[in-house]
């Protein structure tokens, strides 16, 4: 059997059991041992995947539920900028999977041919992130350019950046950030170190992180709305664990998982 027929047989038994997972998960959503049987023993061995900084809390409980499903099956995790995730693919980085934060990201890995075509599976927006309690008042994307205020970006390169650049324009503001990170978790976290009044980062970073910082959301965001992409990658190590998981993130089970932490359906 060839890889491209083992691929298409792993993806619909991987949506077959995502399937299951949605009728028989206990109350705690973790798949119960006959959907875990169900399709648990087709697939060995590990499955890296390189995702996009902003999915670090979603995609690790998404893992732990597949290997649950699959006992064989070990999910490793390699979590950054999409950017640098992209072109570490490119240059030869052994990876199953690629979940990127924007197409463009993902065409740098279709284009070298790294990956055959991606499939958008949800959409992320962009908020203010700020200390909790928001000491400094801000209510509305033109206060980021207020005097004195310390503001982190990500660099324009990293998806979270060029949506920056487009939420930033469309508000026709402009402000000289004190730092360009490169990703999304940078951003906030120099706002937990008290570094900065604010930074423009994911609703779903704030979400995940709402113990240390507060939101605030902006109508410029919706001009600024990023799509993220998966697939399986042409060179994978595990070829069958990487059309199987890329077809499990796209399930009804894994959607909730995502949508729960903030994400929107494509």
Do not use: W
């Amino acid at each position: 059997m060839s890889i491209t027929v083992r691929r298409t047989a792993l993806a619909v038994t991987a949506l077959a059991l995502a399937a299951g997972l949605t009728a028989c998960s206990s109350s705690s959503g973790t798949p119960s041992a006959s959907s875990s049987a169900s399709g648990g023993g087709k697939l060995s061995g590990t499955v890296t995947v390189f995702a996009a900084a902003s999915l670090k809390e979603s995609f690790t409980e998404l893992g732990k539920k597949f290997e649950t499903a699959y006992p064989g099956v070990s999910v490793k995790f390699n979590f950054g900028g999409s950017s640098a995730l992209a072109q570490s693919i490119v240059s030869g980085a052994p990876a199953d999977v690629f979940a990127a934060a924007s197409p463009a990201t993902m065409k740098t890995v279709t284009d070298a041919k790294a990956a055959a075509d991606s499939k958008v599976f949800v959409r992320n927006t962009l908020t203010i992130a700020v200390p909790k309690g928001n000491p400094r008042h801000i209510a509305a994307l033109k206060d980021l350019a207020g005097a004195g205020l310390k503001v982190a970006l990500c660099a324009k390169e990293v998806p979270c950046g060029a949506a920056a650049v487009t939420a930033l324009k469309a508000g026709e503001v402009n402000l000289t950030p004190v730092t360009l990170e490169q990703d999304v978790k940078g951003a906030l976290t120099k706002v937990e170190l008290g570094e900065v009044d604010a930074s423009l980062v994911y609703r779903t970073d704030v979400i995940a992180d709402a113990a240390k910082i507060d939101g605030v959301d902006f109508p410029e965001a919706a001009k600024a709305v990023n799509d993220y992409p998966i697939a399986a990658l042409t060179k994978a190590p595990n070829a069958d664990g990487a059309a199987a998981f890329a077809a499990y993130i796209q399930s009804a089970d894994a959607r909730r998982v995502l949508t729960a932490a903030g994400f929107q359906a494509p």
